[in-house]
């Protein structure tokens, strides 16, 4: 596993327990917001005429302990998550259960970025993707260009790949209004910060790398909630988007 991949796992190996629950409240605003914007996303669900009756598979990479996959699950047949954290998988595959998921829901420990993946690892099931989808990691990765590409390969033809992530601070002109309390904000990431390669992507940014991996359809919205992280007795608030693009 490369350096900054292992200082990744190391880190949320420590807070895969109680993940969860610190960051809840950004949790479920990223849920609200995703499913929200779910026929934004793709067309082909459970529930939409174009997915109606077919196998409809997706991904979540760098799951975490699965939040985003409890939200698109029901409109899906089958959802596995990836981690390089251990313990994040097993927190993935408790809510799974505990949702009343497990029969279609389940996470692997995984690292997709490595220069060259072992080929029987994750194993096939992890190829024809009609969705990936990668929340909150994008700005831990080191090569998100060659992150953009991997997830590109795992989709089927029209597949999408869908990210949520960061909206840099420069570039961040929407909701400096809100939070103006007696809190102390921070812009940067408290004890995280030797775990982050990038303080976010505007829409350029992604945009690049969507093309990049020879994905279409780009959209980029700013999501109209920010999302409050508390780490270390700071109040860190960022403003998010979400985005996708796909195979074509
Ligand atoms: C901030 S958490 C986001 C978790 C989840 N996606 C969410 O939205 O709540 C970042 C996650 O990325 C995982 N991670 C970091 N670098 C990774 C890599 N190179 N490959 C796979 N997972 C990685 C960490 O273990 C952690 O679970």
């Not at 992507?201 to 790398?209: P, V």
Request: hydrophobic share 35%.
């Amino acid at each position: 596993m490369a350096e900054h991949t292992e200082a990744n796992r190391q880190y949320f190996e420590k807070l895969a327990k109680s993940y969860k629950t610190d960051f809840q409240k950004g949790l479920e605003a990223i849920c609200r917001q995703v499913d929200s914007r779910r026929s934004w996303i793709s067309d082909i669900w459970t529930n939409t005429e174009a997915g109606n009756g077919k196998e409809i598979k997706m991904m979540e990479y760098a799951c975490g302990p699965g939040a985003v996959s409890l939200t698109l699950a029901p409109f899906v047949s089958k959802v596995v998550g990836l981690d390089v954290s251990e313990g994040m998988v097993s927190e993935y595959n408790k809510n799974a259960q505990e949702a009343g998921f497990g029969d279609k829901m389940t996470a692997l420990k995984g690292d997709l970025l490595a220069e060259t993946i072992p080929e029987e690892l994750p194993g096939p099931e992890y190829f024809d993707f009609d969705i990936v989808v990668v929340s909150m990691a994008f700005h831990h990765f080191e090569r998100p260009d060659l992150a953009m590409a991997r997830f590109g390969e795992r989709l089927k033809k029209g597949g999408v790949c869908m990210v949520v992530d960061i909206v840099p601070a420069s570039d961040d002109h929407h909701h400096h209004h809100h939070h103006q309390g007696p809190h102390r904000v921070e812009h940067g990431f408290g004890n995280a910060e030797h775990t982050v390669k990038s303080h976010g992507f505007t829409e350029e940014q992604m945009q690049q790398l969507y093309e990049g991996a020879g994905l279409t359809g780009f959209r980029y919205e700013v999501m109209d909630e920010q999302v409050v992280f508390h780490k270390e007795g700071k109040e860190l608030i960022k403003t998010l988007f979400i985005a996708r693009g796909q195979r074509v």
